[in-house]
């Protein structure tokens, strides 16, 4: 190859990268769910004609992104590209098909140049209700947690499929929002093709299928290389959370072996009868992802550096449920695997890896009580904030407070949740002596007070996690501190499941703090005197105000 091609192929790949972005920020400025618009809870990427992921929006959630990358060949595997023809649009949330819950609505758009097949674009969003119990860990099946969509036409050649969007509407709590969205995710979709049309006719591409081997090749080549240097054998951790009703143990094996990692999951806990277990599809996403932080971080995310990544879990634990189990809460556990991902790679590679985090997001669904039997619409409400604890220690740097990983979904505004509810958040803030002490601390969580403007009563659909179980330190260092929700005034709720705060009470949240980085005392003096001015630390781990 001559510097010119590679100069070419270059600028076509710096391209791609533009058009997924354009595709991902068009999604989240027409999305009509919240958490979407605000809040970035989607995924965007171009997909060749076999179904390979070359590109992704940095824009989006690792959980949707890695199981969306694996989604595109259910989709083909139904709908063949050769039988697909311009206009059309497919559309599932299967859990099992998708990314991982009913909520996900994954589109997939084929695109063609001169009425050739060259590319497909793919894209998930959160959609906020889909009817069932609710957003929320309590139901015993999938079947009670909403409608759910196998692999269908959203559009053929052109023309709505309006059967499909007859029967969502009449499923849903919110069928404008719901449809809404719908149209989101096809126009990103439609945008993306069209960027991508125009780069080719500019590049003078006839299809994609040398440029799709060069990138998915070089990708796989440069993760080899890079898992080459990691030594050989097989490395072990393990995890205990809250679950719903009783702790879940994950346990991981990591086998580095062959330029390739293997990740199991067998000695997990069974699947629970509740809402919380974990389709593979998802438990592969985010297993995948703890790699990627620190394997080849620096290598493009796609086809080729995935396939060097391969995760399973025995059917049957919480980690590989099956239909029909329960999965609206999936995130609550499937956020955690980076951590235990995390645990196994500080045997060989401990420069690098951080103390165990908070993880899971807390994104309380609130809406207003008594909403089935209500007949005053104008009093319905729903919103789905988002609110994170603190990462954990970094080997030469304290944790990150109050920030979304390994999700990556932003905190929605106060502002914003104050504005499409009656609902009025009365306190947020950082929370004291909450990051576990260390060299280098965790990072803080917040406390958040959320009451209603008319003293009514509301209801909250909790999926928290990391209330019985704190972050654990590494290396010396001390635990974050765990969350803990009540109302104020001392009752302590549950982490998990949907109750009524009464009327004129206030919900309080109390965010874990991450787990701290070696022995607290050879924290430098100066760290401590910032936090301590601060108000944020009296040098106690785990402290309560």
Request: contains cysteine; aromatic residues 6%; hydrophobic residues 35%.
């Amino acid at each position: 190859m001559n510097d010119l091609e590679k100069i070419r192929r270059q600028l076509v790949w710096d391209r791609l990268l533009a058009i997924v972005e354009d595709q991902a920020q068009t999604l989240m400025r027409t999305a009509f769910s919240t958490v979407v618009r605000e809040a970035g809870d989607l995924s965007a990427g171009v997909f060749d004609e076999r179904g390979r992921m070359l590109a992704q929006a940095v824009t989006g959630t690792p959980g949707h992104v890695n199981a969306m990358a694996r989604s595109v060949n259910n989709f083909l595997e139904v709908y063949p590209l050769e039988i697909l023809r311009p206009g059309d649009v497919l559309v599932t949330n299967d859990p099992w098909l998708g990314t991982g819950h009913l909520n996900d609505f994954t589109v997939l758009t084929p695109v063609f140049l001169h009425n050739n097949p060259v590319a497909l674009f793919a894209s998930t969003s959160h959609i906020a209700d889909v009817g069932g119990r609710g957003f929320g860990p309590d139901a015993n099946s999938v079947f009670e947690e909403g409608i759910n969509i196998p692999i269908s036409y959203l559009m053929n050649a052109g023309e709505p499929n309006e059967t499909l969007r007859r029967i969502i509407r009449a499923n849903v709590r919110d069928p404008v929002v719901a449809e809404g969205d719908l149209h989101s995710l096809t126009a990103c979709n439609r945008l993306g093709g069209e960027r991508l049309c125009a780069a080719m006719v500019e590049f003078e591409l006839r299809d994609l299928k040398e440029i799709s081997d060069y990138i998915c090749d070089t990708s796989e080549l440069a993760m080899e290389e890079e898992i080459g240097r990691l030594k050989n054998g097989i490395y072990t951790y393990s995890m205990t959370v809250d679950g719903y009703d009783e702790p879940v143990d994950i346990a991981c094996a990591l086998t580095i072996k062959d330029k390739t990692i293997d990740i199991n999951f067998s000695g997990s806990s069974a699947v629970s009868q509740y809402g919380i277990n974990v389709p593979l599809n998802y438990t592969e996403a985010y297993a995948c992802f703890g790699v990627r932080c620190l394997v080849g971080n620096n290598i493009p995310n796609n086809f080729g550096s995935l396939r060097t990544i391969r995760v399973d879990a025995p059917e049957g634990t919480i980690l590989n449920a099956r239909s029909p189990n329960a999965v609206s809460a999936r995130h609550a556990l499937g956020q955690m695997l980076p951590d235990v991902v995390f645990g196994c790679l500080s045997q060989i590679i401990p420069e690098s890896v951080p103390a165990e985090g908070a993880s899971c997001i807390w994104n309380p669904v609130l809406m207003n009580a008594g909403s089935v039997n209500s007949n005053n619409n104008n009093d319905t409400f729903v919103i789905n904030p988002i609110f994170n604890g603190g990462t954990g220690a970094r080997p030469t740097k304290d944790g990150l407070s109050t920030t979304a990983f390994p999700s990556g979904v932003r905190t929605t505004s106060t502002e914003i949740n104050e504005v499409t509810s009656p609902l009025i958040i009365w306190r947020r803030q950082y929370l004291p002596n909450s990051a576990g002490d260390g060299q280098y601390r965790g990072g803080f969580g917040q406390v958040v007070e959320i009451g209603h403007l008319e003293d009514l009563p509301f209801m909250v659909s909790k999926m928290f996690d990391r209330i019985e179980h704190a972050p654990r330190g590494r290396s010396g260092g001390g635990p974050g501190r765990a969350g803990r929700v009540y109302l104020r005034g001392g009752v302590n709720l549950r982490g998990k499941g949907k109750e009524t705060i009464p009327a004129g009470k206030t919900l309080v949240m109390e965010t874990p703090g991450g787990g701290g980085m070696g022995d607290s005392r050879n924290r430098p003096v100066e760290l401590r005197d910032v936090d301590d001015k601060n108000g944020l630390s009296t040098f106690r781990v785990g402290g309560s105000d």
